[in-house]
């Protein structure tokens, strides 16, 4: 969907509602807050369920970890598939498998095959149903909006959830409570039939490519590169994985803390968690303010202290009305590291990787929080909840610190979007698609008064295009000339190097400009393409004439 360069121009949108103005993104919103109610009846159900049927303190825990692990097993793949075929229909696919997955949960316990492994393995096909569906509807989002409205869009992803999160678990302990088991799991089932319908009615315009769609294992490759050569991603992720890491040691023991230091049931439970939604949904709201008036590092920092004062109160209180007023703290930070994050990656990922690098920061995130989970459900089964809850908070003061080695920088340019506008150079050669390796090479005169911002917008250089395609780039000076430099890279095929051009930016251009600023020739710097043929000896046949070795 369109927009104009003004709104594009402006960073974040006037209010945390501006993107529901959009009537697709208003239709699917809405239809996700009923499958986050059915999803967080489940999860109290699922978890009362493991924590009254199995005395382990780490299979109770354990339940988090199976609803994460998915994520981090298989978000790199659909990532890779959200940014070379339809998004919708992975969406679909992924409400699809949950929705099957939850029903095939309700007919076992219906037929009373309870065990906490089975109860493990359904949680985990669900899981993997919102693994298929997050990474692909994330990247949505930013096709749906405009770019002005995306920070707003993305936290309004986290708001909606924490709305439902103040009624959801408190709904479902009273339905588990009034109604049992049973019926929590057939309303959940039939609420995820509510996105698919939706989902199955809407439609939205992408941004095509006309070149051909990259292999899986290109994609992959180019989504890892991309993200390791990203600083801005970088960050985001190592503090993203570090603070879930820390802080789930909340809702991974919620349960026990529950049943041993309330002596509540599933109506208390579900009150803590509303208590938790509660803080959440009112930081949501306040979500534009903060980011006008705080960096987003500061923002990261007061959102670890947040939930680090939640999981120490839960550690020393024994009082239901406390342990909700701690947990709104933790909710409340909660949800300001995860949108703060999210609206990090998405700002800082062109449109044609960012389904790859939002599933990266997903599986890298989501296995800090199975981890996490892990982890602190071991310190409560062999030492002790308050020991667990204590180390939890401490490391995420540990976290707030960690800024200093990972800060979370922001990123408001409106040139990161491809310009998708590049005329393909003729060529007297007859090349095919997979036609490579492709080695290009550009020369430029430089005075030796210009070397020195001529070696560094080249190291930018190097940055832009690696991250776009570019391989084996190298800058050289001739021995014989001194004034002339050749910058050389290449690309495993034809297609690979009209995608690199397709996928420069604005931004890309501007860089180009400022170093033709310092060339010295009365023509442009000149370039040469050339193919590389293999001369081995060891090749017993002649190869087929420009074909492609990758």
């Known amino acids: 969907m369109g927009s104009s360069a003004g709104e594009d121009a402006a960073p974040v949108a006037p209010t945390t509602f501006a993107p529901l103005r959009n009537p697709t993104f208003r239709?699917?919103?809405?239809?996700m807050q009923v499958s986050n109610l059915g999803w967080l009846m489940q999860t109290v159900a699922i978890s009362w369920l493991m924590a009254t049927i199995s005395t382990s303190d780490l299979m109770v825990a354990l339940v988090q970890a199976s609803s994460t692990l998915p994520v981090f097993m298989l978000s790199v793949f659909v990532g890779a598939v959200a940014d070379n075929y339809s998004r919708r229909k992975i969406m679909l696919a992924g409400w699809g498998l949950m929705t099957i997955a939850s029903a095939m949960l309700a007919i076992f316990v219906a037929l009373g095959l309870v065990s906490p492994w089975m109860i493990l393995g359904f949680s985990f096909l669900i899981a993997s149903g919102a693994a298929l569906n997050d990474p692909a509807w994330q990247a949505s989002v930013g096709d749906i909006v405009s770019r002005r409205d995306v920070p707003a869009a993305v936290t309004l992803l986290s708001v909606g959830f924490n709305t439902v999160r103040t009624i959801g678990p408190a709904l479902g302990g009273l339905v588990v409570a009034s109604f049992g088991l049973l019926t929590a799991l057939i309303v959940t089932s039939l609420s995820y039939l509510v996105p698919l319908g939706t989902i199955w009615r809407c439609q939205w315009k992408i941004r095509s490519s006309p070149l051909p769609r990259e292999s899986m294992r290109t994609a992959i490759y180019d989504g890892l590169r991309f993200?390791?050569?990203?600083?801005?991603?970088?960050?985001?992720?190592?503090?993203?994985?570090l603070f879930g890491l820390a802080s789930i040691a909340i809702l991974a023991l919620l349960p026990l803390v529950v049943r041993d230091r309330l002596a509540g049931g599933p109506v208390a439970f579900g009150v803590a968690m509303a208590g938790f939604g509660t803080g959440a949904f009112l930081a949501g709201i306040a979500n534009s303010v903060f980011r006008r008036i705080l960096s987003q590092e500061r923002l990261m920092t007061l959102a670890c202290l947040a939930c680090a004062a939640c999981s120490l109160s839960l550690a020393l209180t024994s009082s239901v009305t406390v342990a909700a007023v701690a947990l709104a703290l933790g909710g409340a930070g909660w949800v300001s590291a995860w949108s703060g994050l999210g609206v990090s990656v998405q700002l800082a990922s062109p449109r044609w990787v960012v389904g790859r690098t939002i599933s990266i920061y997903y599986a890298l995130v989501d296995g800090g929080l199975a981890a996490g989970s892990w982890l602190w459900g071991m310190v409560a089964q062999n030492h002790s909840l308050t020991w667990a809850l204590e180390g939890s908070a401490g490391a995420l003061v540990l976290v707030a610190?960690?800024?200093?080695?990972?800060?979370?920088?922001?990123?408001?340019?409106?040139?990161?979007?491809p310009l998708d506008a590049f005329d393909a150079p003729a060529v007297a050669l007859d090349l095919k698609p997979r036609s490579g390796p492709i080695v290009v090479k550009v020369e430029y005169l430089i005075p030796d008064t210009h070397v020195a911002p001529f070696l560094d917008l080249m190291r930018e250089r190097r940055h832009v295009h690696s991250r776009v395609g570019a391989r084996r780039w190298t800058l050289q000076r001739n021995l014989q000339e001194?004034?002339?430099?050749?910058?050389?890279?290449?690309?495993?095929?034809?297609?690979?190097?009209?995608?690199?051009?397709?996928?420069?930016?604005?931004?890309?251009?501007?860089?180009?400009?400022?170093?033709?600023?310092?060339?010295?020739?009365?023509?442009?710097?000149?370039?040469?393409?050339?193919?590389?043929r293999p001369t081995s000896l060891a090749r017993k046949r002649e190869p087929a004439p420009y074909l492609s070795r990758h």
């Open 27 to 31: 239709s699917i919103w809405l239809a």
């Open 227 to 241: 993200t390791a050569l990203s600083a801005e991603i970088k960050a985001a992720i190592a503090r993203g994985t």
């Open 401 to 417: 610190a960690a800024g200093v080695l990972f800060p979370l920088r922001e990123h408001r340019g409106s040139g990161s979007d």
């Open 482 to 532: 001194p004034l002339r430099w050749t910058e050389t890279f290449q690309t495993p095929t034809w297609t690979d190097y009209l995608r690199l051009n397709h996928r420069l930016t604005t931004a890309d251009k501007e860089l180009d400009e400022r170093v033709l600023q310092l060339h010295a020739g009365e023509e442009p710097p000149h370039m040469t393409l050339s193919i590389e």
